[in-house]
């Protein structure tokens, strides 16, 4: 009989609260799950902004290695100095596949802006002096003919001939290296024990270090424009000099795209199929530049009224 009045004092109101619990509890897995998929997408996100985000397909398992045993640039080494120069200059038709990886040991673009100076300046004054010249006519033979342009000194005409040839290269040169420095920062991941995480600085180095190939691009490149210069007068067209040519008119361009590709993969970190898209819309990029200046065989380009005529070829028959 004590226990009745116990009966109903046993609370039953505090499990009310605990009621709901009930069906909150298959709500719980529901409310984990949410957290999770910001963190599964974050995670598939590679660290970075802008474009590299948006295309996670051609990097995304991309793992660059390491360039801890890799050699810096020679330009940067020690050594005499005119050893360390052609050794740069080397690398960039030799090798450029094996010393791509070395734009990542260093930290900077001072050394590659002189060595650009040093190299690139002077090729691209070169280049314009034979297609770009009115006074004068290369060929035969390294025959050199003066012509009957009167209206300026040789020297003047040879001066804004390598004029020209800076401003068209020069212009080459900045197409190429603003659009690889973006996309090479879009696609790529710094490497493993690279001396910057910046990829955009070390895509510039890699540009920088091979700017001298800029001016051996194209027919009117100077490995082209000095053979033309050679050949005789009366060259066959089946010749085995004109399949040279063709030779030394690639050869520069192919170096170029697969020293730049590879530097895209090995030093900016980017994948196998971003390192193509990487090289090769800065090379059309660059060529488009140079077809807005020149124009289809020097003719109806922004720079027309500075080029010298084009020689009418003969007719088939005469």
């Not at 998929?37 to 996670?56: C, F, I, K, Q, V």
């Not at 802006?113 to 010249?133: D, E, K, N, S, Y």
């Not at 001396?195 to 600085?201: C, H, L, N, P, S």
Request: net charge neutral; glycine share 10%.
């Amino acid at each position: 009989m004590p226990n009745a009045p116990n009966t109903p004092n046993v609370p039953k109101a505090p499990n009310a609260p605990n009621a709901p619990n009930a069906p909150n509890t298959p709500n719980v897995p529901a409310r984990s799950a949410r957290p999770e998929e910001p963190a599964n997408g974050s995670a598939r996100l590679r660290p970075g902004a802008g474009w590299r985000n948006t295309h996670p397909p051609m990097g995304e398992e991309h793992r660059p290695e390491s360039v801890a045993d890799e050699e810096p640039v020679p330009w940067e080494g020690e050594g005499f100095v005119l050893g360390r120069f052609f050794r740069t200059l080397g690398d960039g038709v030799l090798r450029p596949r094996v010393s791509a990886a070395r734009f990542a040991t260093g930290a900077g673009t001072g050394r590659a802006w002189l060595f650009a100076l040093l190299t690139f300046v002077p090729l691209a004054a070169l280049q314009g002096i034979i297609p770009f010249t009115h006074t004068l006519r290369f060929g035969d033979v390294f025959g050199v003919v003066r012509t009957e342009d009167a209206t300026i000194t040789v020297g003047m005409d040879v001066a804004r001939a390598m004029g020209i040839g800076l401003l068209v290269n020069g212009a080459m040169l900045i197409g190429l290296a603003a659009s690889y420095a973006s996309l090479a920062r879009a696609y790529g991941t710094p490497p493993p024990d690279a001396a910057t995480d910046d990829v955009r600085d070390i895509g510039m180095r890699a540009v920088l270090y091979r700017a001298w190939l800029v001016p051996m691009h194209t027919f009117s490149g100077l490995p082209a424009s000095l053979l033309v210069w050679a050949f005789p007068k009366d060259l066959d067209p089946g010749s085995p000099l004109v399949f040279l040519l063709l030779v030394a008119t690639a050869a520069p361009v192919l170096a170029h795209f697969v020293g730049l590709r590879h530097a895209a993969q090995r030093a900016c970190g980017c994948s196998p199929g971003a390192s193509f898209a990487v090289a090769i819309v800065p090379f059309v990029l660059a060529h488009v530049v140079s077809f807005v200046l020149l124009g289809d065989g020097m003719n109806d380009g922004l720079l027309e009224g500075w080029l010298p005529p084009v020689p009418e070829l003969p007719d088939a028959g005469g």
